[in-house]
């Protein structure tokens, strides 16, 4: 787990910037720097590396070059079948000079190519240059769990890095505000990929690559695709159970302290059970919790630690710890994500990087296996359009338009409202909308300039699902929300701590397998998540496992109207966010004084704003 950053461009330009890309993210690597310049034909290249040192402590220095002098690679992450990928690349008659994941990338680049993704299972952002060829390839993996920006440079050049701030270092890559960046932060918290909130500047979307040559990058090109066939075999809660536990086994590698982090849902307890399965001494886990009893999950935590003997490690956290949090949690954001879970993400991690410097977490279980509301929601529209239209217009819909907001997390009249407003618009077009912030059609009354907030099925999901909406529901998610929104503050919280977060339950296999199957095996009636349940049921105690799904929640609306609104009002007064000319400072106005005086639901909207208001002058700032 490191940070990397680099750029092939015109020999003659003067810019050297590679430095201060590095120090903008040294806190992803404080165990060391490293840098690799060389230059062919008309185009200079350099590579740079911050690293946290995991796997082979002494032999894992980066940048890394092959033992033939042709390869040289900066990467980001783990492989985690990278010893059995060494022994077939031996017997191919490669040589290796380390014990590193890192080396097992370039043999397999030297064997086989870009072809030689499709067989990395782990974790990854990476830039080769090939010599020989006058290449630089830039990949990362198929869940998006590390980060890979990029931009063109002027004269045919590129630049990449893992953090968005360390990428603008380059004075080839412009600051100019993206709308439709703009766009997608309002509608759905972050900036979807490909695109972000800077002009110019993209995302390397997940399961893709690129390659630049001769002052050309080519279109990112999918390494891999979710079939759009589904498996004619049957759903085994005993194989699902044999490759979890497979998964997590090979994730636990380290030559450093290694822990998982415990919420108390089912995706981190099963972790963390199947975990200890495998430890000699008790394992560490580690949990947060607040005074605040309509958030707190932390009994539910420490009755998992108990249960698997686990050395429980947990934070109570008070308002004011939280707020206290709040501004160094978006200090960790390199680009806007409006999800306040990031705050006590960040808490959490902060707790972790005290004891460890690896994590495990259960961030992949929902996308998988079927567990967000939103699922049971799109099977209801179905039956909800059998209702009599005028049972609906009378009586059901007004009814819903006139309950109260209550301040809370997510209770049953909001979820109630967003239903009934978009139950009957085209199945990914209400998706998007139910999990969106601002509404697509409303989002002109907040912006000058509005690009398309709607996003197709991402390439690699070409196919659909057939027949099955629940999982084209989920294929989206995976790829989209999961590696946009989820992974990325996981990423953006823990490394600011210099620690390492793995999800085992995205394993190649585990996500292969999961997409193989049928929805009707993962939402079963009112049962979301079916068969991992039945896949936990030997390892975690029963109200474990059918507890109420919840997600990692702050009391935002109420912070909206208290604590708070001092400082929304001072971004109302002034903020470099309307410099941009692309907000409506009126209407945010509106919606706070509606918020505090009739307790409307606008807490995301106003949120966006001030993590914007935030980040724009942290940019500002650099």
């Given at each position: 787990?490191?940070?990397?950053?680099?750029?092939?461009?015109?020999?003659?330009?003067?810019d050297?910037?590679?430095?201060?890309?590095?120090?903008?993210?040294?806190?992803?690597?404080?165990?060391?720097?490293g840098?690799?310049?060389?230059?062919?034909?008309?185009?200079?290249?350099?590579?740079?590396?911050?690293?946290?040192?995991?796997?082979?402590?002494?032999?894992?220095?980066?940048?890394?070059?092959?033992?033939?002098?042709?390869?040289?690679?900066?990467?980001?992450?783990?492989?985690?079948?990278?010893?059995?990928?060494?022994?077939?690349?031996?017997?191919?008659g490669?040589?290796?000079?380390?014990?590193?994941?890192?080396?097992?990338?370039?043999?397999?680049?030297?064997?086989?190519?870009?072809?030689?993704?499709?067989?990395?299972?782990?974790?990854?952002?990476?830039?080769?240059?090939?010599?020989?060829?006058?290449s630089?390839?830039?990949?990362?993996?198929r869940?998006?769990?590390?980060?890979?920006?990029?931009?063109?440079?002027?004269g045919?050049?590129?630049?990449?890095?893992?953090?968005?701030?360390?990428?603008?270092?380059?004075?080839?890559?412009?600051?100019?505000i993206?709308?439709?960046?703009?766009?997608?932060?309002?509608?759905?918290d972050?900036?979807?990929?490909?695109?972000?909130?800077?002009?110019?500047?993209?995302?390397?979307?997940?399961?893709?690559?690129?390659?630049?040559?001769?002052?050309?990058?080519?279109?990112?090109?999918?390494?891999?695709?979710?079939?759009?066939?589904?498996?004619?075999?049957?759903?085994?809660?005993?194989?699902?159970?044999?490759?979890?536990?497979?998964?997590?086994?090979?994730?636990?590698?380290?030559?450093?302290?290694?822990?998982?982090?415990?919420?108390?849902?089912?995706?981190?307890?099963?972790?963390?059970?199947?975990?200890?399965?495998?430890?000699?001494?008790?394992?560490?886990?580690?949990?947060?919790?607040?005074?605040?009893?309509?958030?707190?999950?932390?009994?539910?935590?420490?009755?998992?630690?108990?249960?698997?003997?686990?050395?429980?490690?947990?934070?109570?956290?008070?308002?004011?710890?939280?707020?206290?949090?709040?501004?160094?949690?978006?200090?960790?954001?390199?680009?806007?994500?409006?999800?306040?879970?990031?705050?006590?993400?960040?808490?959490?991690?902060?707790?972790?990087?005290?004891?460890?410097?690896?994590?495990?977490?259960?961030?992949?279980?929902?996308?998988?296996?079927?567990?967000?509301?939103?699922?049971?929601?799109?099977?209801?529209a179905?039956k909800?359009?059998?209702v009599?239209?005028?049972?609906?217009?009378?009586?059901?819909?007004?009814?819903?338009?006139?309950?109260?907001?209550?301040?809370?997390?997510?209770?049953?009249?909001?979820?109630?409202?967003?239903?009934?407003?978009?139950?009957?618009?085209?199945?990914?077009?209400?998706?998007?909308?139910?999990?969106?912030?601002?509404?697509?059609?409303?989002?002109?009354?907040?912006?000058?300039?509005?690009?398309?907030?709607?996003?197709?099925?991402?390439?690699?999901?070409?196919?659909?699902?057939?027949?099955?909406?629940?999982?084209?529901?989920?294929?989206?998610?995976?790829?989209?929300?999961?590696?946009?929104?989820?992974?990325?503050?996981?990423?953006?919280?823990?490394?600011?701590?210099?620690?390492?977060?793995?999800?085992?339950?995205?394993?190649?296999?585990?996500?292969?397998?999961?997409?193989?199957?049928?929805?009707?095996?993962?939402?079963?009636?009112?049962?979301s998540?079916?068969?991992?349940?039945?896949?936990?049921e030997?390892?975690?105690?029963?109200?474990?496992?059918?507890?109420?799904?919840?997600?990692?929640?702050?009391?935002?609306?109420?912070?909206?109207?208290?604590?708070?609104?001092?400082?929304?009002?001072?971004?109302?007064?002034?903020?470099?966010?309307?410099?941009?000319?692309?907000?409506?400072?009126?209407?945010?106005?509106?919606?706070?004084?509606?918020?505090?005086?009739?307790?409307?639901?606008?807490?995301?909207?106003?949120?966006?704003?001030?993590?914007?208001?935030?980040?724009?002058?942290?940019?500002?700032?650099?």
């Amino acid at each position: 787990m490191c940070g990397i950053a680099g750029y092939v461009q015109r020999r003659e330009s003067p810019d050297r910037p590679l430095a201060a890309m590095l120090n903008k993210i040294a806190h992803r690597g404080p165990d060391g720097s490293g840098a690799w310049e060389s230059s062919r034909d008309d185009w200079s290249v350099s590579l740079g590396h911050r690293r946290l040192a995991i796997i082979d402590l002494a032999g894992g220095a980066q940048p890394m070059v092959d033992t033939t002098g042709r390869l040289h690679v900066t990467f980001n992450g783990e492989i985690y079948n990278y010893k059995s990928l060494r022994t077939g690349l031996e017997r191919d008659g490669l040589r290796f000079a380390s014990h590193s994941d890192t080396e097992a990338i370039l043999n397999q680049h030297a064997r086989h190519g870009t072809g030689g993704l499709l067989a990395l299972n782990g974790m990854f952002a990476f830039a080769l240059w090939d010599e020989p060829a006058g290449s630089l390839t830039l990949a990362r993996d198929r869940a998006g769990i590390k980060p890979l920006y990029y931009a063109p440079l002027f004269g045919g050049g590129l630049a990449f890095s893992s953090e968005l701030i360390s990428l603008l270092q380059h004075p080839g890559v412009g600051r100019a505000i993206d709308a439709a960046g703009l766009t997608s932060l309002f509608f759905r918290d972050y900036a979807a990929a490909p695109t972000t909130l800077m002009k110019g500047v993209f995302k390397l979307e997940p399961g893709h690559f690129l390659v630049w040559r001769d002052g050309r990058a080519s279109v990112p090109t999918p390494f891999w695709t979710l079939s759009s066939e589904p498996s004619r075999e049957e759903a085994s809660v005993e194989k699902l159970r044999a490759m979890l536990d497979d998964a997590v086994q090979s994730q636990l590698m380290s030559d450093v302290p290694l822990g998982v982090f415990l919420s108390g849902g089912i995706d981190s307890s099963l972790v963390a059970a199947l975990a200890q399965r495998h430890m000699t001494e008790p394992l560490s886990t580690f949990s947060i919790g607040f005074e605040d009893a309509e958030f707190d999950e932390s009994n539910y935590a420490r009755i998992v630690a108990t249960h698997i003997g686990s050395r429980h490690f947990e934070r109570k956290l008070s308002e004011q710890d939280l707020l206290d949090a709040l501004d160094p949690a978006l200090d960790a954001l390199d680009e806007p994500i409006a999800d306040p879970s990031i705050v006590p993400t960040y808490v959490v991690s902060r707790l972790a990087s005290e004891h460890v410097k690896v994590a495990l977490g259960g961030d992949g279980g929902d996308e998988l296996w079927g567990g967000y509301p939103t699922c049971r929601a799109h099977r209801a529209a179905s039956k909800y359009a059998a209702v009599p239209a005028f049972v609906r217009n009378a009586f059901l819909s007004p009814l819903v338009d006139a309950l109260p907001v209550r301040h809370g997390y997510q209770k049953l009249e909001w979820k109630l409202k967003r239903f009934v407003l978009r139950w009957r618009d085209d199945a990914l077009e209400r998706h998007q909308n139910w999990m969106s912030n601002v509404p697509a059609d409303a989002l002109s009354e907040i912006l000058n300039e509005v690009g398309s907030p709607f996003r197709a099925m991402p390439e690699i999901m070409r196919g659909g699902r057939g027949p099955d909406l629940i999982n084209e529901i989920l294929a989206y998610d995976f790829s989209t929300y999961m590696s946009g929104s989820v992974l990325t503050k996981v990423d953006r919280a823990s490394m600011a701590h210099g620690l390492e977060v793995r999800p085992p339950l995205l394993d190649n296999g585990l996500i292969d397998y999961a997409f193989s199957l049928p929805s009707s095996v993962k939402l079963k009636g009112k049962t979301s998540k079916w068969l991992l349940k039945q896949a936990a049921e030997p390892f975690l105690p029963p109200e474990i496992i059918h507890r109420p799904k919840r997600g990692f929640a702050i009391p935002l609306a109420r912070w909206i109207v208290g604590p708070l609104r001092p400082r929304l009002e001072k971004i109302m007064a002034a903020s470099p966010a309307w410099d941009l000319k692309l907000l409506k400072r009126e209407v945010f106005t509106t919606w706070l004084k509606e918020h505090v005086e009739r307790r409307a639901d606008h807490s995301k909207p106003l949120w966006a704003l001030l993590v914007l208001d935030h980040w724009l002058r942290r940019v500002q700032g650099t």
